[in-house]
């Protein structure tokens, strides 16, 4: 007999999976769910076969890097132990110290990472799980390491061919495992382009129908890619050279040989013919389920076009693809109906060809029955069955327990006929696993099925009190999934009494499952499933609920609008009152746009500002849990009909206001739109006004959309409402409408209580509680009022409570000083109470402290900073909220006693209990008095006793001014003031100055030390007409303050730097006077007598008339005239010296270049020359003529050089000694003499500029040095 189980609703959870998996795969015609909630602990006693659940695949290939897993999972009930064998012997893994099996299964696991090989561990591996039952067994796992072997070394030389010529790349990629993946690619990693003329063939070679001159490149690469490994090897490159035979002449045409260009095809049109496969017809075969892979490649001129057909039958549509610009053919999930005769048509402008190929499709076994579990009880009969089908036609055997059927222990209750076991009367020791092996040449399948006796009453795994709901008129499917063996019988029944439900009326599936085909509202009720066999009975009850069905009882209705209207559609739903429905709006079956025009209200869509792109079918979808309606409407666009020009306005107001569903707290106002003059409206604003609080006050309630004219309102008890509506375009509000009737609602007890409650004292006996009170609508009701409750927080006083009028204060007297209060206030009306309000927490008033902080000292920490410590005062004492510390200091003077000043109290704040503190901005060289006193929200404490101390000396502030007068020739005068702030004693002023020269450049730094007494100073034998810059500060003991800096220039030897009008008398004789520029600054005085007072005016004279003033100054002694001899200048001489040297030098070097040479010495040159006549040197060009001692104290021109590399470059100077021989090619010998005529040389061209080429005279170097 066979078990059915099959609940259709429930599923187990996957903890469950194992168990109730092999119960249920005994059901051959029924789908058997996995989950049966909690019931599945109901089979937790079964005992259960081994199942092998996974294992490796039958081709395991690994990777040689990575440990070896070779999976084997089963489950069973005791759990099954494992072992394995290796190429048919048992295969003992304690022995190998890197076999280890993962506990709780027989997943091997081979660790070849630290020390082993994958090589070692090749083979045949079987898995056996085994348990008290019986023994499942896996698959025959072959394992094999995967390889990526490297491209076997070879010389491949460079392919030249003409254009049009057909080609072939050879790849032949090595033999790996799994096989390569084959592509082409350049240098650069780039993929080469292929298209119907070039193409890569299914065994990796690219082929060209003809080669055009852009195919010539020398990096034709072949790459072999091992996925499994993640290898990528790579051929060497192949160079492709293609030559245009137009362009080639006769001569190299001739050249040309065979064995120079591949190929012997002529390069001009020419008719298809097949590059693979070879001949007019080819044979493939393929397995059953595989893709069938078949190619043609056709060479050409022009390129050739592929077709295929099959010649007794047509390509299945379904499965065809063609691959490789229809090179190829690829059929996927091949099959014997497949086999047949295809052919590849090759075509171009100049001919046809084809080829045909003869497929032949084998079939490795596979499963026409899979043996399935048999669950039996004891005596009971089965079979089972195990049939496979293959090409050719497989054998069929079979295994008990992993043993060959023919040497298994015998069991009398089965019988073998071929591919069926057949089994009578069994006995709980006939409970084994059967493996049925069907194999032909291509491969084989192994099948486990076992065969469990067992004896159980019946159980019912559907929940318990399961709620079917279902829509009335509809049928209802009730689950009653049970197990037993032998298989128990099923019976329903509704309600507590009644027979047995019959099928005239029901249906009974096979697997429990009751249907009531067409369930209406009398059906709804609770039913019981009842389960029977000869070991006991087992029953459970569900419950069914029917359901109003959803409909649309106002659907949406064609329309015609016109483009940039406004348009509607409705959709009114009914629905069971339990149900919750959800609508939506399709367009055209998708989505509505995305688009703010479109507005989906309660139960209408409205489209505004249609377009033309609206037209279309609108669709309203409604849902529940349970059903799915849906209703559909066509909008149609039309054009505008021509109007006159519209005006466009704010809106008419609204009319017609009406109040309907009056509550307590709620009110629906209905009114009429007025003209929205050719604006849409875009909103609605509602206002309402209380006749009874606030009468002719208007306030703002809500705004709905423009689309709609209805509105749910909330309301305030206790307020006479009236409205009214204004409506809204793009162009404005407008003018209200008239206002509604009025609406008077009931009062009530007040919904919330005061806000912002707060207790403070405003004297130190009393506490001030003061809230925000309640508006008229938040009143609820007349008699408002609030009763006002307090009590000490740290007491166990009653709360004590007093009713006050509509008020924001009360003051409750006599409290302690500071103590916090537990506060409450609550509203109350004539109706009755608000809720019980909130507790706040507040404090009776506050007094001044009681105690000054001791213990006070001061840290001076520098001329300005100090810290302060001292010990804070008890919180009793503080009487109030503690604010923190306030420091009082001040200074009467300062340690100096040179300034007086009024005394300035400064006061510093310290938040909180902080006991210290730092006292910034301090005065140095002072002395500063403080007190501490503490502060809390009444004021301040008590001060401390007063603190003295000093603070010391700090650096100076900056002089406070700086001037420079009665500049001369050589001294300027230093007036100051001292500094403002001299933080102390000073101790001397420091001067520092350097000169400025015209470039801006500063010279060397003088220092000066200055008496502290001292406010002016004179500096002399200073350089004349020179800037100088100063820079004056002050010292204390404490260091060098600021500086401050100045800068001024001695006078010229003539004069000094004046205004602009100048006048200048001595003693009582006539002034002198001279007009000068307004925009000069200075004018030199001349002809003033030495050691002579004279007084000078400066003037001006404007529209404002004439102003001047005047100074005295006295001209110095009579001395020796200041202009300088620049021959007696330190610089002057040492550069003329300089200039000596470099001559003197260059002579030297001319001298012994020009008597090292032996063989032409001077003396006899002069011997040969006709002339002995002496040429001077020629003024043109600066040139020398022939030599002659009589030249010797001449000297050489400005600017001579001679390279250290012994050659003289013409351009290097004018004098050259190049200019000795003839044109530019005299040059030395060997031994450093001079080769070439003195006489005959060229003429030189005219230098350039008006070089001189005399030696410098000392006034021309000043001229041009300066």
């Given amino acids: 007999m066979q078990l059915e189980i099959m609940p259709k609703k429930k599923r187990l959870s996957a903890g469950r999976v194992p168990l109730i998996l092999f119960l249920c795969q005994m059901i051959s015609a029924l789908d058997v769910p996995l989950d049966y909630g909690g019931k599945a602990k109901l089979l937790e006693d079964l005992v259960q076969p081994p199942t092998i659940t996974q294992q490796s695949p039958k081709d395991y290939i690994v990777d040689p890097r990575e440990n070896i897993v070779i999976q084997c999972e089963a489950k069973g009930k005791p759990p099954p132990s494992f072992s394995w064998t290796r190429n048919g012997t048992h295969f003992d893994i304690d022995k190998d110290p890197l076999v280890t099996m993962k506990a709780g299964s027989g997943t091997l696991i081979i660790n070849i990472m630290g020390e082993g090989k994958a090589e070692t561990y090749e083979g045949v591996y079987q898995c056996t799980a085994r348990n008290e039952r019986g023994a499942a067994i896996s698959n025959n796992i072959v394992v094999r390491p995967s390889r990526s072997p490297l491209w076997t070394k070879e010389k491949l030389e460079p392919i030249t061919l003409r254009s049009g010529q057909s080609l072939v790349l050879p790849c032949r990629p090595p033999i790996g495992l799994p096989p390569a993946i084959i592509f082409w690619m350049d240098n650069s990693f780039q993929r080469l382009p292929q298209n119907e003329r070039v193409s890569q063939g299914l065994n990796g070679d690219l082929y060209f129908s003809n080669v055009l001159p852009e195919d010539s490149r020398e990096d034709y690469i072949c790459y072999a890619r091992f996925n499994h490994t993640q290898t990528i090897q790579q051929k060497q490159p192949i160079s492709v050279k293609v030559i245009l035979v137009d362009e080639l002449n006769d001569t190299i045409a001739a050249n040309l040989s065979d064995t120079e260009v591949y190929g012997a095809k002529s390069s001009r049109e020419r008719p298809p013919t097949f590059l693979t496969p070879q001949g007019n017809a080819s044979n493939k075969e393929e397995l059953r389920g595989n893709v069938l892979s078949l190619e043609c490649i056709a060479e050409g001129l022009p390129t050739p076009i592929i077709y295929w057909i099959k010649e007794d039958g047509t390509l299945p549509i379904n499965r065809t693809f063609y691959r490789n610009f229809q090179k190829t053919l690829q059929i996927t999930q091949v099959s014997e109906a497949d086999s047949g005769k295809y052919q590849c048509i090759a075509k171009n402008a100049l001919g046809v060809i084809h080829h045909t190929i003869s497929v032949t499709v084998k079939a490795a076994p596979y499963w026409i029955m899979a043996p399935q579990n048999l669950v039996l009880s004891p005596g009971e009969d089965g079979a089972l069955v195990c049939r496979a089908n293959g090409n050719p036609k497989p054998r069929i055997s079979w295994l008990s327990n992993g043993v060959p059927i023919e040497i298994a222990p015998d069991d009398p209750s089965r019988k073998i006929n071929g591919d069926t076991i057949i089994f009578s009367s069994v006995q709980e020791r006939s409970s084994a696993v059967y493996q049925c092996n069907a194999s032909n040449e291509y491969g084989y399948l192994l099948g486990n099925a076992f065969v469990n006796v067992l004896a159980e009453p ?64 009398d059906s709804t009720g609770t039913y019981t499933c009842v389960a029977r066999n000869k070991l006991g009975m087992a029953k459970n009850e569900v419950h069914l609920e029917i359901k109003d069905p959803t409909s649309i009882i106002k659907q949406p209705e064609y329309a015609v609008v016109q483009r940039g209207s406004t348009v509607s559609f409705e959709c009114k739903v009914k629905h069971d009152h339990t149900l919750i429905p959800t609508v939506i709006w399709l367009k055209d079956n998708g989505e509505l746009p995305s688009d703010g025009r479109f507005t989906v209200d309660k139960d209408q869509l409205v489209v505004a500002d249609v377009s033309d792109n609206d037209g279309g079918t609108y669709t309203c979808v409604a849902n529940t849990t349970l059903d799915i309606v849906s209703a559909s409407a066509v909008l149609s666009v039309v054009a505008p009909t ?52 606030e009468a002719g006050l208007w306030h703002h309630q809500t705004e709905v959309p423009g689309t709609q004219t209805t509105a749910q309102l909330k309301l305030s008890p206790y307020v006479n409402y009236s409205f009214r509506v204004m409506a809204e375009n793009s162009l404005g509000r407008s003018l209200p409408s008239e206002a509604s009737e009025q609406y008077l609602t009931k009062a009530a007890e007040p919904d919330k209580n005061p806000m912002t409650v707060e207790g403070l004292g405003s004297e130190p006996d009393n506490l001030v509680i003061t809230w925000q009170p309640l508006n008229g609508f938040e009143s609820n009701g007349p008699g408002l009022q609030y009763k006002v409750s307090w009590r000490q927080k740290d007491g166990d006083d009653e709360w004590t409570s007093v009713v006050v009028a509509n008020v ?109 503190g730092m ?104 350089n004349f007409s020179t800037r100088y810059k100063f820079y004056f500060y002050a010292q204390t003991s404490a260091g060098s303050g600021s500086q401050i800096t100045e800068e001024a220039i001695t006078t010229v030897d003539e004069a000094g730097i004046l205004p602009p009008d100048v006048g200048a008398g001595k003693g009582k004789e006539e002034w002198r ?72 030098i260059l ?40 030599y002659s001692d009589a030249e010797d104290h001449k000297p050489l021109k400005k600017g001579s050089r001679t390279p250290s590399d012994r050659t003289v470059k013409k351009e290097d100077s004018d004098d050259s000694l190049v200019d000795y021989g003839e044109g530019v090619n005299g040059q030395f010998n060997e031994d450093g003499s001079f080769i070439g005529q003195y006489s005959g040389k060229k003429e030189k061209e005219p230098a350039e500029g008006n070089e001189s080429s005399e030696a410098p005279s000392p006034v021309n170097a000043m001229n041009s040095f300066v």
Wanted: with cysteine.
């Fill in 458 to 521: 019946p159980r019912i795994l559907t929940s318990e009190n399961t709620l079917y709901q279902v829509i009335a008129n509809r049928p209802a499917l009730l689950d009653c999934a049970f197990f037993g063996s032998p298989l128990p019988t099923i019976e329903w029944f509704k309600g507590t009494k009644g027979s047995a439900l019959r099928e005239d009326t029901y249906v009974l599936h096979e697997n429990g499952t009751l249907e009531i085909p067409v369930a209406q509202k």
């Fill in 642 to 693: 021509p109007t006159p020009a519209p005006i466009y306005d704010v809106p008419n107001p609204p009319f017609d206001l009406e109040l309907t569903d009056q509550l307590d707290k709620s009110v629906q106002l209905s009114w009429t739109p007025g003209d929205d003059n050719n604006s849409p409206i875009t909103k609605f604003i509602i206002e309402y006004e209380d006749a009874m609080h």
């Fill in 808 to 916: 924001s204060k009360y003051i409750v007297s006599g409290t302690p000083t500071f103590v916090p209060y537990l506060i409450k206030v609550q509203a109350l009306n004539d109706v009755g109470f608000a809720p019980e309000p909130a507790v706040v927490m507040g404090h009776s008033g506050e007094d001044l402290p009681m105690v000054a902080p001791g213990n006070v000292h001061v840290t001076v920490m520098n001329s300005t900073l100090a810290e302060v410590h001292w010990d804070p005062v008890p919180l009793k004492s503080v009487r109030g909220h503690l604010q923190g510390y306030r420091i009082y200091y001040w200074t009467d003077q300062n340690s100096s006693k040179r300034n007086r000043r009024h005394i300035e109290r400064k006061i510093l704040t310290f938040q909180g209990s902080k006991t210290h």
């Fill in 919 to 1022: 006292l910034p901005g301090l005065e140095p060289f002072s002395h500063y008095t403080l007190n501490v006193r503490v502060v809390n929200g009444k004021g301040e404490g008590p001060a401390s006793p007063d603190r003295v101390f000093h603070t010391p000396e700090g650096v100076p502030s900056a002089p406070s001014s700086l001037k420079i007068v009665n500049p001369t020739l050589d001294s300027l005068t230093l007036e100051w003031d001292p500094p403002s702030h001299p933080n102390g004693i000073l101790t001397e002023y420091t001067l520092r100055y350097q000169p400025i020269n015209s470039t801006h450049e500063l010279g060397p730094l003088v220092d000066l030390k200055i008496p502290a007494n001292k406010t002016r100073w004179t500096l002399k034998n200073l």
């Fill in 1073 to 1144: 006077k001279e007009i000068v520029n307004g925009s000069r600054s200075f004018f030199g005085l001349k002809g003033l007598m030495p050691g002579t007072a004279y007084k000078v005016r400066v003037g001006a004279e404007g529209d404002s008339g004439f102003v001047s003033s005047e100074d005295v100054f006295e001209t110095g002694p009579a001395m020796a005239s200041r202009q300088v001899d620049i021959a007696t200048q330190g610089w002057f001489i040492g550069l003329m010296c300089a200039v000596a040297l470099l001559i003197l």
């Fill in 1147 to 1186: 002579l030297i070097v001319c001298f012994i270049r020009r008597n090292k040479g032996g063989k032409y010495p001077v003396k006899e040159k002069e011997d040969a020359h006709p002339d002995p006549e002496i040429q001077p040197m020629k003024e043109d060009d600066g040139t020398f003529g022939e």
